[in-house]
Antibody, heavy 117, light 106 residues
Framework: EVLLAESGGNLVQPGGSLRLSCAAS????????MFWVRQAPGKGLEWVAN????????NYVDSVRGRFTISRDNAKNSLYLQMDNLRAEDTAVYYC??????????WGRGTLVTVSS | EIVLTQSPATLSLSPGERATLSCRAS??????LGWYQHKPGQAPRLLIY???NRATGIPARFSGSGSGTDFTLTISSLEPEDFAVYYC????????FGQGSKVEVK
């Protein structure tokens, strides 16, 4: 069973920065594509960013490109999301997600990011 | 961006009844469509992938159908644990989700 645990969510002011972490169980973390998916209050799910197994390729939704950076440390079984220049509309629960056979098959419980003054 | 539109927004049913949820794509996604169940405070769970295949451990009462732009998730007989929000998601062009359909107790 794959276990994913997010951390790092907090209250931050507009324009501020935050770094989310995701700790993964399993010895094959380095073989997985990994994603961040978020859910704003009262809204649906939204893909935010993803990274390939060796960390050499990344993709971002347009609304966060240039402000967010996804990265990973396979030696530590960890995924990260560096969020800079945060906006009120970035307020959401952020989920760490593994993809397997092209589908989001393992999710963490999420960490809450609140951007407010 | 491929937009997924789910209907209805809310479905009020009793345990034992049949639930039928719809997902329409703004352009063809072939069969690259999945369904997820999400309960408050929990991680979303993959139910159906590639439009009609049940994920590991998913009960047979859940079934998916459709291709191209129109898809359906059917729960044949609602169990108490099935009351939740359901999302469709496409992987044909990047990844987008529908806005969700809530199945609530009538």
């Amino acid at each position: 069973e794959v276990l994913l645990a997010e951390s790092g969510g907090n209250l931050v002011q507009p324009g501020g920065s935050l770094r989310l972490s995701c700790a993964a169980s399993g010895s094959t973390f380095g073989a997985w594509w990994m994603f961040w998916v978020r859910q704003a209050p009262g809204k649906g799910l939204e893909w935010v960013a993803n990274i390939n197994p060796d960390g050499s390729r990344t993709n971002y939704v347009d609304s966060v490109r240039g402000r967010f950076t996804i990265s990973r440390d396979n030696a530590k079984n960890s995924l990260y999301l560096q969020m800079d220049n945060l906006r009120a509309e970035d307020t959401a629960v952020y989920y760490c997600v593994r993809i397997s056979n092209h589908w989001f098959d393992s999710w963490g419980r999420g960490t809450l990011v609140t951007v407010s003054s | 961006e491929i937009v997924l539109t789910q209907s209805p927004a809310t479905l009020s049913l009793s345990p034992g009844e049949r639930a039928t949820l719809s997902c329409r794509a703004s352009q063809s996604v072939s069969n690259y469509l999945g369904w997820y169940q999400h309960k408050p405070g929990q991680a979303p769970r993959l139910l159906i992938y590639d439009a009609s295949n049940r994920a590991t451990g998913i009960p047979a009462r859940f079934s998916g159908s459709g291709s191209g732009t129109d898809f359906t998730l059917t729960i044949s007989s609602l169990e108490p644990e099935d009351f939740a929000v359901y999302y469709c998601q496409q992987r044909s062009n990047y990844w987008t989700f529908g806005q969700g359909s809530k199945v609530e107790v009538k």
